[in-house]
């Protein structure tokens, strides 16, 4: 990745294409897109349009075929992968603190990362020994450990019940507002999109179909207000629902 000298990440004119046994996988064809540190950017888009690709290829971990992504420099980036992803060998305290060097780890911090994962009590328990939704929340706790300055989240909450789910929404609002990080956070959810983004961006066939800038709406946001309507019924006939 390139040093970008503003703060954010910029990607300009991105082409990637997957190659399966005869056939060509185009996804991104010179998408542009600008990620403020400062603010949530929300991904939106069906099934395969490339949200989970756009994560890896924003860490590094897929090469592309042309255009840039040029990121602030120093800028460290936590992820959240669409499934928990915890060593199964480690219990939830050691998956939490594997990024941590030993002396790193501020113990009442990651106290505090546990208990606002709802975590508490299941530091020794093992993922195999935890639900969906718990693996999940750790796997939060544990890019939330390393204080990232940007993190990328794909479907962080899909698994969790609409009460947990509301919970780690606000709790994520919180983090955003007192510690000013940014994050990119892809949902299939309208509803989620309008409740936590300043920023709404529709995929669609490898570029942005569409954006929203929601930055002048305040937090708690009310769907049921006509404003919100208005904006989530934009949204559906952009996506074509
Ligand atoms: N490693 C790979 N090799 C070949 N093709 C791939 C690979 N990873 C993804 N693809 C293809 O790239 C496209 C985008 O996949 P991606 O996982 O980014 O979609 P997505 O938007 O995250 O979908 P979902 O909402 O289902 O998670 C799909 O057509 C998929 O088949
Ligand atoms: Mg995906």
């Known amino acids: 990745m390139e ?3 503003i703060a954010g990440i910029k990607i300009q004119k991105l082409h990637k294409t997957y190659e399966v046994p005869g056939k ?22 069906k ?7 756009l994560l890896r ?9 042309s255009g840039e992504i040029c990121s602030a420099e120093g800028l460290k980036t936590g992820i959240v992968f669409q499934e928990p992803r915890l060593m199964p ?28 994962t709802g975590l508490t009590g299941f530091e020794k328990a093992y993922p195999s020994q935890l639900s969906g939704g ?12 390393c204080e990232p300055d940007y993190i990328l989240m794909d479907e962080p ?34 509803d ?11 995929l669609e066939n490898g570029v942005c179909k569409k954006t929203y800038d929601l930055e002048a709406r305040t937090y708690p946001r009310d769907l049921l207000s006509e404003d919100m309507i208005r904006i989530k019924k934009d949204m559906m006939k952009t996506i074509g629902e």
């Open 3 to 5: 040093v970008w000298e």
């Open 24 to 45: 060509q996988v185009p996804v991104f064809c010179g998408l542009d897109l600008e990620l403020d540190t400062s603010c949530i950017t929300v991904v939106l888009g």
């Open 47 to 53: 099934s395969g349009c490339g949200k989970t690709t």
């Open 57 to 65: 290829l924003i860490l590094g971990l897929e090469q592309y075929e």
């Open 89 to 116: 060998w480690l219990n939830v305290w050691q998956n939490i603190t594997f990024g941590l060097k030993k002396k790193e780890i501020d113990v009442q911090k990651m106290e505090q990362l546990v208990a606002m």
């Open 134 to 145: 718990m693996q999940q929340r750790a796997a939060l706790a544990r890019a939330l450990s």
């Open 157 to 190: 909450f899909a698994a969790l019940d609409h009460f947990t789910r509301k919970t780690m929404q606000d709790e994520l609002l919180r983090i955003q507002r007192e510690q000013k990080k940014g994050m990119l956070f892809v949902t299939h959810s309208m």
């Open 192 to 202: 989620e999109a309008l409740i936590l983004g300043h920023r709404l961006v529709i």
